[in-house]
């Protein structure tokens, strides 16, 4: 007989993201496998640059052309030059640089369709799980280049942006390439997620820089420094040398005991959004409201754990006698964990806790919040548009924080570059009140 849970875990399954640790023990040692062989891989390399962006773009398109003089570029200047090996901009950088015969580097993805390494690709490594392939992507460059690009991009985006702000990447240079394309983007941070509801600063923002060619980006990537890895036992850096073995094991460690704490979670609603939001605010008392009314229904409620958002909708669940567990990560040694919380678990690594934070639910709500929110956001909207989950209810919160995104969504990334599809657009759903959130959660 089929249940909640095993429906839960084989979707996770399919996606490569997950791990039924009642009878499929072996996946946590395939993801140990891509990570150790990933990290042998790139630990052959310096000097590092990730260009991404999208892969519907076509080859008579400006922006190919200028990724193709990217790649060259960045070869002249002995950069070795990593995308995500598969077709349109990472194509075009990759061919940039190996026709300038400089090191072109590819991190694959296996999808339910077909994608193959790119033919302008001198050394690969072919990825199952994205968990593997985002980390060894976003791991050792010593600079980012975003060409415009659709939902994986702004995922890859939102990772390197996050891991910058909680200090687990070095503060480096992001380059996003196309004023046109990137600037309402960057009137969304700066309006809404900066101005407010203050879930950034304006040192998150200053990694930010927004060019009109690579001729520009070259020039700011030039001035980047190479990272120093020191693969020390403190976790709060990651790192690709070959005195790795270490950290792989407290990876494993972490996949084991997370699946554990997973065991009793089945078909819980996941409540994110910025832990600055006041108490006296609508998004608080709403967050809450929701957490109250999801613990009447019997539907437990998952958070990060911390405060705002997640203290509100933890609050109301834990006060309607519901289950209302809590994911966070170890900070300074410490755990932050709000006191409205039944179960918890904390993290070292963050691609482990997001892993735990999106396996067992039918649902998200996402309130206004930061980078790490927003990462979640379409991270989810990756997975689905890729055939890695199945479709499950992604329900952004608050209609005039999250309009003049999907505004860009609309109008940058499928009317002007196509970097999405028509349908990728129903993928979400925006709601402005309990009731409504509740409505498309179908509870």
Not at 108 to 116: D, F, G, S, W
Not at 163 to 171: A, D, E, Y
Not at 358 to 364: K, L, Q, W
Request: contains cysteine; charged residues 25%; hydrophobic residues 40%.
């Amino acid at each position: 007989m089929t249940t909640p849970q095993n429906q839960i875990e084989s979707s996770a399954l399919e996606r490569g993201s997950a791990i039924d640790l009642r009878g499929s023990a072996w996946q946590v040692f395939r993801i140990m496998a891509e990570f150790v062989e990933g990290y042998q891989f790139l630990s052959k390399f310096d000097r590092q640059i990730t260009v991404m962006g999208s892969a519907r773009t076509f080859p008579n398109s400006p922006y190919y052309q200028d990724a193709v003089r990217m790649g060259a570029l960045l070869a002249k200047e002995k950069f070795n030059v990593i995308t995500g090996g598969g077709p349109g901009i990472m194509e075009a950088a990759n061919k940039g640089a190996f026709e300038a015969g400089g090191m072109s580097i590819g991190i694959n993805i296996q999808l339910p369709h077909e994608q193959r390494i790119n033919a302008y690709v001198r050394e690969s490594r072919a990825c199952y799980y994205f968990l593997t392939r985002k980390v060894l992507l976003t791991t050792p460059s010593q600079a980012f280049v975003f060409f415009p690009g659709g939902f994986g991009s702004l995922d890859e985006l939102f990772e390197v942006l996050d891991n910058i702000r909680s200090g687990h990447l070095t503060r480096v240079p992001l380059v996003l390439v196309g004023k046109s394309y990137w600037d309402p983007l960057l009137y969304f941070l700066r309006s809404n997620v900066f101005a407010r509801v203050h879930a950034v600063t304006e040192e998150d923002l200053s990694s930010i820089h927004v060019v009109d060619s690579a001729d520009e980006a070259i020039e700011i990537v030039k001035k980047s420094k190479p990272i120093e890895e020191v693969c020390s036992m403190d976790s709060s850096k990651f790192c690709s040398d070959e005195a790795i073995n270490w950290r792989v094991f407290r990876i494993m460690a972490e996949l084991v005991e997370g699946f554990e704490f997973l065991r009793d979670v089945d078909g819980a609603v996941t409540v994110l959004g910025t832990a600055r939001v006041k108490l006296d605010s609508k998004y608080y008392s709403d967050a809450y409201e929701i957490g109250r009314a999801l613990a009447d229904k019997k539907i437990g409620v998952i958070t990060g754990g911390g405060e705002g958002i997640a203290e509100a909708s933890n609050k109301g669940a834990y006060e309607a006698g519901g289950q209302s567990y809590g994911m966070d990560m170890w900070v300074d040694k410490r755990e932050h964990i709000n006191p409205y919380i039944t179960k918890s678990k904390s993290y070292y690594f963050p691609f482990t806790r997001k892993l735990m934070l999106t396996t067992p639910s039918r649902g998200f709500i996402l309130f206004p919040g930061g980078y790490g929110t927003l990462n979640l956001c379409f991270e989810l909207l990756t997975l689905i548009q890729t055939g890695k989950i199945k479709k499950i209810p992604i329900i952004l919160y608050g209609k005039e924080f999250w309009e003049p995104l999907l505004l860009f969504i609309k109008e940058n990334q499928f009317e002007k570059e196509h970097c999405i599809a028509d349908r990728d657009m129903n993928l979400y759903q925006l709601a402005d009140s309990p009731e409504e959130a509740l409505r498309m959660l179908g509870v």
